[in-house]
């Protein structure tokens, strides 16, 4: 048990100690007991580099690929048939601004190939099959 908890400090220190390099002047910054990217995923970049970022009161993350900074859109991995989109005449914007995703309010919004609004997690990066659905307890 001592072993393991020595290791768990271990962890913490060093993930704690390089969040601290990575603070931009004038940042506020949060302790966290986990490093955010631990279930962070960029899969449309398997390349691209998670570092934490603790600015602003929040355990988060960003991507990096080729020392440009990814935004969470740029991680999503699309399947679509160049065929699909020729036909779609509305841009993402627009069909993001005319949908939500009630259930997951948080949730990166992007047009898929069928030119429709899909919801996906802002870390994991999953699609969301149940933005609307409704619960009854």
């Known amino acids: 048990m001592r ?3 020595s290791t768990i400090l271990v962890a913490f220190f060093v993930s704690h100690t390089s969040a601290k ?4 002047v004038g940042c506020t910054q949060v302790n966290c007991l ?3 990217c631990i279930s962070a995923m960029c899969p449309r ?12 009161g929040s ?12 935004t969470r859109r740029q991680c999503i991995l699309d399947f679509c ?3 699909h989109n020729l036909f779609c005449d509305k841009t993402e914007e627009s ?18 190939c069928y030119c429709t609004a899909v ?8 699609q969301y099959d149940d933005c609307n659905a409704v619960y009854q307890l």
């Open 45 to 56: 970049d398997s390349g691209a580099v998670c570092k934490p970022n603790y600015c602003g």
């Open 81 to 83: 048939p160049l065929s």
């Open 21 to 24: 390099s990575m603070v931009s």
């Open 119 to 126: 919801f996906h997690d802002p870390v994991t990066l999953l």
């Open 34 to 36: 986990v490093n955010p």
């Open 59 to 70: 355990c988060d993350f960003d991507f990096f690929s080729n020392g440009e900074k990814l």
């Open 3 to 5: 072993c393991f908890v």
């Open 95 to 112: 069909l993001c601004a005319a949908n939500t995703c009630r259930n997951h309010p948080q949730a990166i919004c992007r047009k898929d």
